[in-house]
């Protein structure tokens, strides 16, 4: 159980180079999945590099579970189609949140995560101290498709008091 009383946002900025599904245009959308939570972004029509920039909001219980994500292809009149998928964890951004960091300079990177062989992250991500808030960027590699990446952005949302 996560000791500190707050949602993680994640906002889904962008899918970059993702596989077409349909001749006459995709319409991708991401579905988050953590616990029995499943929330979606909005159906971005005939693009494979989409620009969401919605925000989904999770509770979080067990910072160890890691977030399931999917991006589908969404279709009329038949069961929506596979993009890909991948899964990310929060556990380095909960230590972080933990920390006293009010001292420290809006801007600073407090901690890099690193790609490696069980995790879908694309590239480094870095988890910075800005403007009050630690926030996450990450890019993350879809899965079990040709092509494919999802750009997302954590913030943990304190509740006051």
Excluded at 5 to 14: A, D, I, M, Q, T
Excluded at 34 to 56: A, F, G, H, M, R
Aim: net charge negative; hydrophobic share 40%.
């Amino acid at each position: 159980m996560s000791d500190l009383p707050g949602f993680l946002s994640v906002r889904v900025l962008r899918g970059v180079n993702l596989v077409s599904r349909d001749v006459t245009g995709s319409g991708p959308y991401v579905v988050l999945h953590l616990d029995n939570q499943k929330l979606k972004t909005s159906v971005i029509k005939n693009t494979t590099n989409p620009v969401w920039n919605e925000d989904l909001t999770l509770v979080v219980k067990n910072p160890a579970t890691p977030i399931q994500l999917e991006v589908l292809d969404k279709d009329t009149f038949s069961k929506d189609d596979q993009m890909g998928d991948a899964e990310f964890d929060i556990e380095a951004l909960m230590q972080i949140i933990q920390m006293d960091l009010e001292d420290i300079s809006s801007g600073t990177v407090v901690r890099t995560v690193r790609p490696g062989r069980q995790c879908c992250l694309a590239d480094e991500s870095h988890i910075i101290w800005e403007n009050g808030q630690v926030v996450q960027d990450m890019l993350l590699k879809l899965r079990n498709v040709e092509t494919g990446v999802v750009h997302l952005q954590l913030k943990w949302v304190k509740i006051p008091g």
